[in-house]
C-alpha cells in the first residue's frame, strides 16, 4: 500500500499490489512466501514479501533480521533463472545470518509468478472477495522441514473499520485503525467529528438521529463500532447492523447504559442471538479513560476477534503431485553474487 506522499510501505502485509505494479512496469518480480516455521516466530505461515529484481522490496518475514538477506537470494534466483526455496535460522546452511530466537523459517521464492496470476487475486480483493494463489514447492528434499507443498495462500479482503460516533474517541479510533492497516469509514451527525477525520484522509459520512445517511457496506471483514454517549442515536442503526455479518460489533457506555440498550433493542424486536453480539463496554481493558487508550483497548477487541475468525492463510494444494524433473526447483547451499546494495551479510542483525 502506498502512503499518502505516493511511496510504498516497505513493511506492509499486503504485497501483491506492489508486485504489480513492478511487473506492469516490465520489472520481474519474485513473491517470496514464508512456508514452514520451526521453533516461535511473530509471524504465520504465509507470510509474504515482494523482491524486484534489483533488489527493491516490500513485506517481511521475520523482525527484521533477514529481510535484505532474501532480497539478496531473489536477486541470485533471478540470475540463476529458478525459484528454490531456502532455510534461514537454526539448521540453515547460511551459518552467519540466524535467527535471535533461535529458530528457523523455511521461504519459497516464486520468480515464476505471472502478473495475470496476481492480477486475478487483486481484483477479487479490491471487490471484497476472498482469493488464492498457488505457492510452488515442487522439491521435497531440500531444507529440514516437515511442510510439503505444492501451497496454496488465502488471501482476505483487508480489514475495514465502519465507525459512527460523536466526538474524540470516534475520531482516535479512525486514525489507529487506519494506521493499523483498516479500511476504515466513518459516520457522525456533527461537523467537527467528520472535518477532523476527513483531515486525516479518511472517507466521511454524515448521519442523522434516524440513522439515515449510514450507508455503511458491511461484510464478513467488517468491524462495527458505536461511540456515542447520547445512546439514542444507536436507535436507527443498531439493526440493521445486527442482521449484518460484521465479525465484530462494539458499542461504548457502561454495563447500566448496555442494560437499558438491551431493554430497548428487545421492545423493538430484536432477538436475544442478535443483542449477544454486542460487545459493550466495548474494548479489552475495563475502565480505560481518555479517548486514546479508550480506542486503543477497542482496536485491540477488534484485532483479538479477527485472529479467532480469519483460520489458517497457507494450505497445502490438495492437488499435489511428484515434480517433473524440469520442474525441480534449486536448493541454495552456497552463496553468489549479487546486485550491488542486495548483498547476503550477516551484519544485517
Given at each position: 500500500m502506498k502512503n499518502s506522499e505516493g511511496r510504498w510501505e516497505i513493511f506492509d502485509d499486503y504485497v501483491l499490489d506492489f508486485a504489480l505494479e513492478q511487473m506492469r512496469n516490465g520489472v520481474r518480480t519474485a513473491i517470496v512466501t514464508l512456508v514452514e516455521?520451526?521453533?516461535?516466530?511473530?509471524?504465520?505461515?504465509?507470510?509474504?514479501?515482494?523482491?524486484?529484481?534489483?533488489?527493491?522490496?516490500?513485506?517481511?518475514?521475520?523482525?527484521?533480521?533477514?529481510?535484505r538477506a532474501v532480497a539478496a537470494e531473489v536477486c541470485d534466483a533471478f540470475a540463476k533463472g529458478r525459484s528454490r526455496r531456502v532455510r534461514y535460522g537454526r539448521g540453515s546452511p547460511y551459518l552467519d545470518i540466524q535467527l535471535p530466537c533461535g529458530s528457523a523459517?523455511?521461504?519459497?521464492?516464486?520468480?515464476?509468478?505471472?502478473?495475470?496470476?496476481?492480477a486475478r487475486v487483486d481484483g477479487l480483493l479490491r471487490r471484497r472477495k476472498?482469493?488464492?494463489?498457488?505457492?510452488?514447492?515442487?522439491?521435497?528434499?531440500?531444507?529440514?522441514?516437515?511442510?510439503?507443498?505444492?501451497?496454496?495462500?488465502?488471501?482476505?479482503?483487508?480489514?475495514?473499520?465502519?465507525?459512527?460516533?460523536?466526538?474524540?474517541?470516534?475520531?482516535?479510533?479512525?486514525?489507529?485503525?487506519?494506521?493499523?492497516?483498516?479500511?476504515?469509514?466513518?459516520?457522525?451527525?456533527?461537523?467537527?467529528?467528520?472535518?477532523?477525520?476527513?483531515?486525516?484522509?479518511?472517507?466521511?459520512?454524515?448521519?442523522?438521529?434516524?440513522?439515515?445517511?449510514?450507508?455503511?457496506?458491511?461484510?464478513?471483514?467488517?468491524?462495527?463500532?458505536?461511540?456515542?454517549?447520547?445512546?439514542?442515536?444507536?436507535?436507527?442503526?443498531?439493526?440493521?447492523i445486527l442482521k449484518s455479518n460484521a465479525f465484530y460489533i462494539g458499542a461504548m457506555g457502561s454495563v447500566r447504559t448496555h442494560q437499558l440498550?438491551?431493554?430497548?433493542?428487545?421492545?423493538?424486536?430484536?432477538?436475544?442471538?442478535?443483542?449477544?453480539?454486542?460487545?459493550?463496554?466495548?474494548?479489552?481493558?475495563?475502565?480505560?479513560?481518555?479517548?486514546?487508550?479508550?480506542?486503543?483497548?477497542?482496536?485491540?477487541?477488534?484485532?483479538?476477534?479477527e485472529a479467532k475468525a480469519i483460520g489458517p492463510t497457507l494450505l497445502v494444494d490438495p492437488g499435489t503431485r511428484e515434480p517433473a524433473p524440469e520442474e525441480l526447483m534449486e536448493t541454495v547451499t552456497s552463496l553468489a553474487d549479487c546486485p550491488a546494495g542486495a548483498e547476503r551479510r550477516s551484519d544485517w542483525h
Open positions: 516455521v520451526d521453533g516461535s516466530s511473530p509471524w504465520r505461515p504465509g507470510a509474504q514479501m515482494a523482491v524486484t529484481e534489483a533488489g527493491q522490496w516490500v513485506g517481511y518475514l521475520s523482525g527484521g533480521c533477514i529481510e523459517i523455511e521461504l519459497v521464492m516464486d520468480i515464476g509468478v505471472t502478473v495475470e496470476e496476481l476472498e482469493a488464492t494463489l498457488a505457492i510452488p514447492d515442487p522439491v521435497q528434499t531440500h531444507g529440514t522441514g516437515t511442510a510439503v507443498g505444492p501451497f496454496v495462500r488465502r488471501y482476505l479482503p483487508r480489514r475495514r473499520l465502519a465507525v459512527a460516533g460523536i466526538g474524540p474517541v470516534t475520531v482516535q479510533l479512525a486514525r489507529l485503525a487506519k494506521t493499523s492497516g483498516f479500511d476504515v469509514l466513518a459516520a457522525a451527525p456533527d461537523d467537527a467529528t467528520l472535518g477532523a477525520i476527513g483531515d486525516s484522509g479518511i472517507p466521511t459520512l454524515p448521519i442523522h438521529l434516524s440513522g439515515a445517511g449510514a450507508g455503511f457496506e458491511i461484510d464478513a471483514r467488517t468491524a462495527v463500532v458505536l461511540a456515542f454517549h447520547d445512546h439514542e442515536w444507536e436507535t436507527g442503526l443498531l439493526p440493521g440498550r438491551i431493554e430497548r433493542l428487545k421492545a423493538g424486536g430484536a432477538a436475544a442471538q442478535e443483542i449477544g453480539r454486542i460487545r459493550s463496554p466495548a474494548g479489552v481493558l475495563s475502565g480505560t479513560k481518555g479517548a486514546t487508550d479508550i480506542a486503543i483497548s477497542i482496536l485491540a477487541e477488534i484485532v483479538q476477534e
